[in-house]
């Protein structure tokens, strides 16, 4: 286990949103205000890092042919547990956030690294891939979450006193780009991000190919 080598891997080299392409739906849809993003991000990491520890613990005594069933009954646990407590802790957030903390039952990060990770190797390994793989989805959904929120709304913080409230207006409001709280702006966005991670993550590559 290499935890630097992991972390690296998770926030960037194998960024599970900008370099496997996966949970991009749940990306562009909530990634509207900070508050969303936070939100999110945390849930993720609570429910991968927690369903990669116990898939890993029990990977041995379940049959290989059922082990996407019981991917999805363990993960479909946490998230209950964690919609529960978003409800009746942080209950702006569970409203703003809506159906997509239920949806995360089927989001492809979680399973995928369910199959590709947590299913292959040791509870602690497993434990730090869920951690670091979740970093990374947050890294990019408050990234996002701000950007558009700033530039969209002009504003900063929204919901964080309630599923209603507006946050701080930086930008008068006539001069944000609204589109960029709109669907279309999220896949400008994230087609944006995307290219630039891909830009530099390149580059090493050609500098070798150069240097020959």
Do not use: H
């Not at 630097?4 to 509207?32: D, H, R, W, Y």
């Not at 947590?118 to 793989?133: E, H, L, R, T």
């Amino acid at each position: 286990m290499n935890i630097g080598k992991q972390f690296k891997e998770g926030l960037l080299t194998n960024n599970p949103v900008l370099v496997q392409m996966l949970g991009l739906c749940s990306t562009m849809a909530i990634s509207t205000s900070f508050m969303n993003g936070l939100g999110m991000g945390v849930s993720v990491i609570i429910i991968l890092t927690l369903s990669n520890i116990v898939i890993s613990a029990i990977r041995k005594i379940v049959p290989d042919k059922i082990r996407i069933a019981m991917f999805i009954v363990v993960i479909a646990g946490f998230v209950t547990c964690v919609d529960l407590l978003l409800q009746a802790f942080v209950p702006a957030v569970a409203a703003s956030l809506g159906v997509f903390i239920p949806l995360i039952v089927v989001n492809c990060i979680i399973l995928g690294r369910a199959e590709s990770f947590s299913y292959k190797n040791g509870i602690a390994a497993s434990a730090v891939d869920g951690i670091c793989q979740g970093i990374g989805y947050t890294a990019v959904l408050l990234i996002m979450s701000i950007i558009r929120e700033f530039l969209g709304a002009g504003t900063f913080g929204s919901g964080l006193l309630g599923a209603e409230a507006k946050g701080i207006q930086i930008i008068p409001s006539q001069f944000p780009v609204g589109m960029l709280t709109l669907p279309v702006g999220g896949f400008l966005m994230l087609g944006a991000l995307i290219a630039a991670m891909q830009w530099a993550l390149s580059r090493p590559k050609k500098s070798k190919e150069e240097s020959k």
